[in-house]
Nanobody, 122 residues
Framework: QVQLVESGGGLVQAGGSLRLSCAAS????????MGWFRQAPGKEREFVAG????????RYVDSMKGRIAISRDNAKNTVYLQMNSLKPEDTAVYYC???????????????WGQGTQVTVSA
């Protein structure tokens, strides 16, 4: 079964941290860019972070720069998103996805996980 499975979400107070994981099974992340997106209720899904196939290039949404870091472990077929200094406005469902290159365009990501809920309380 081809799937991406996110984990690590939860309820955290403002200023807290979470580390999200995205484990791939039935498909490889090696050779592909990986991205994290989020979607809050009533809002469009937005790009949060991306990492190229080697991990040598990353890209972040301006609103979270300096507070998040994306990384990958190709041997474990897993991508991570470390989030620090979380704010209530970061509350959303966070998704990981696979693409050929780093891009903010959701249409370029072929595989998506089911998402993990992140809730930041004030």
């Amino acid at each position: 079964q081809v799937q991406l499975v996110e984990s690590g979400g939860g309820l955290v107070q403002a200023g807290g941290s979470l580390r999200l994981s995205c484990a791939a099974s039935g498909l490889t992340i090696s050779g592909y860019a990986m991205g994290w997106f989020r979607q809050a209720p009533g809002k469009e899904r937005e790009f949060v972070a991306g990492i190229n196939w080697s991990g040598g290039s990353t890209r972040y949404v301006d609103s979270m720069k300096g507070r998040i870091a994306i990384s990958r472990d190709n041997a474990k077929n897993t991508v991570y998103l470390q989030m620090n200094s979380l704010k209530p406005e970061d509350t959303a469902v966070y998704y990981c996805a696979r693409a050929v290159r780093i891009t903010t365009a959701t249409r370029e990501y072929a595989y998506w996980g089911q998402g993990t809920q992140v809730t930041v309380s004030a």
